[in-house]
Nanobody
Framework: QVHLVESGGGSVQAGGSLRLSCVAS????????MGWFRQAPGKEREWVAA???????KYVDSVRGRFTISKGAAKNSIFLQMNSLKPEDSGIYYC?????????????????????WGQGTQVTVSS
């Protein structure tokens, strides 16, 4: 059974930083595509960034240059460093993982591409 656990959310003022972590336990596959999505109240879940087990990464335009997704030292763990946060970055951030979707497929931004999801961590950015 694969379990994804996110941590690191919180409340910050605009311009501040947060670092989110995601650890996938029970993940026995040799490869992964892992991503971060976020969902604000009343809005659809939005893809933010993705990384594969080779370290290839992708970002949505709205966060490129401010957010950095990276692989953790622990196997099957990733981080999302969020700098220069804006109120529109607020929402519940979800970690997702999939062992079969290659990042080159271009499907990294689709929720259907991921088989495993965490429970989410709240990020609130005040102006």
């Amino acid at each position: 059974q694969v379990h994804l656990v996110e941590s690191g959310g919180g409340s910050v003022q605009a311009g501040g930083s947060l670092r989110l972590s995601c650890v996938a336990s029970g993940y026995t596959y040799s490869r992964y595509l892992m991503g971060w999505f976020r969902q604000a109240p009343g809005k659809e879940r939005e893809w933010v960034a993705a990384i594969d087990s080779d370290g290839n990464s992708k970002y949505v335009d709205s966060v490129r240059g401010r957010f950095t997704i990276s692989k953790g030292a622990a196997k099957n763990s990733i981080f999302l460093q969020m700098n220069s946060l804006k109120p529109e970055d607020s929402g519940i951030y979800y970690c997702a993982a999939d062992p079969w979707t290659p990042i080159i497929s271009g499907n990294y931004g689709k929720t259907a591409a991921y088989n495993y999801w965490g429970q989410g961590t709240q990020v609130t950015v005040s102006s």
